[in-house]
């Protein structure tokens, strides 16, 4: 195992674009903490390390259900004890809710919450503790934090908390050389989407863009967040949809 090699740990990393994120940062030579969700996706997140290591770096597996604070946060301590070093940080894995705001359950708010916005922020506060100089946080939220959409409530609320945790950890962290950042997607052609959308939907969406994104279409950003180059680049929320929404 070669400890002087640079690691990141990436949420929702068996599928979509964590998968994808992974296995971008497996090309930079960045050995990943491949996180999936529940046994019922250890199969894809196998198939994510296995992406990883063909291309030369090291993964290591690690399940844990986000809605569980002490599972959250063993994330940053399984990737220091196997690797020895933390240098990037993904926030990926996502839930979404769409449905009437009047129809939302407690149980769906506060899981909700709980994936998207509090995993998030603990995992942000113990990265801050432990991320080598001019590593990089990437928090990854959703474009509808910038328009309104009927139905999308708890999904949207629940992601638009990253903004604010990503400018205060930012200015918090300048004088480490560590950036902060969030990304906003828009809709892409992955099964994340379609989970919560109809025919029609899907149209009305693509009138907007003329179709759907695709997770290479996000990537080269965070690729090059986690570059020297973007140093003075932090506590941004950047947009990345096609014109689908803009701020």
């Known amino acids: 195992m070669n400890r002087n090699r640079r690691t990141a740990i990436v949420t929702g990393a068996a599928r979509n674009l964590g998968r994808a994120f992974a296995h971008m940062l497996a090309r930079q030579g960045i050995n990943v903490l491949v996180h999936f969700n529940s046994p019922s996706s250890r199969a894809d997140a196998e198939e994510t390390a296995r992406l990883v290591r063909a291309e030369g770096a090291e993964a ?3 399940q844990a259900d986000l809605t569980d604070r002490a599972a959250a946060a063993s994330l940053i301590d399984t990737a220091v004890a196997r690797f020895g070093q933390l240098d990037v940080l993904i926030n990926s894995a996502g839930v979404i809710v769409k449905k009437p705001f009047a129809e939302i359950s407690d149980a769906e708010f506060d899981r909700s919450f709980a994936v998207n916005a509090r995993a998030p922020f603990i995992l942000m506060r113990g990265a801050a503790s432990h991320m080598q100089e001019g590593g990089s946080i990437i928090n990854v939220a959703t474009s509808i934090i910038a328009c309104s959409f009927p139905f999308y409530s708890v999904y949207a609320g629940s992601k638009a908390p990253l903004e604010q945790f990503t400018r205060a950890l930012a200015k918090e962290l300048a004088s480490r050389r560590i950036n902060v950042n969030t990304i906003a997607p ?4 992955t099964p994340f989407f379609y989970g919560a959308e109809t025919d029609e939907s899907v149209a009305f969406i693509k009138q907007f863009t ?4 695709h997770p290479d279409d996000v990537v080269p950003t965070v690729e090059f967040l986690i570059t020297p180059g973007a140093r003075w680049l ?3 929320t950047m947009f990345v949809n096609g014109g689908f929404a803009t701020r």
Do not use: S
Request: no cysteine; charged share 15%; proline share 0%.
């Open 60 to 62: 290591e597996l690690a």
């Open 186 to 189: 828009g809709a892409l052609d």
């Open 210 to 213: 003329g179709g759907l994104g």
């Open 234 to 236: 932090t506590g941004q």
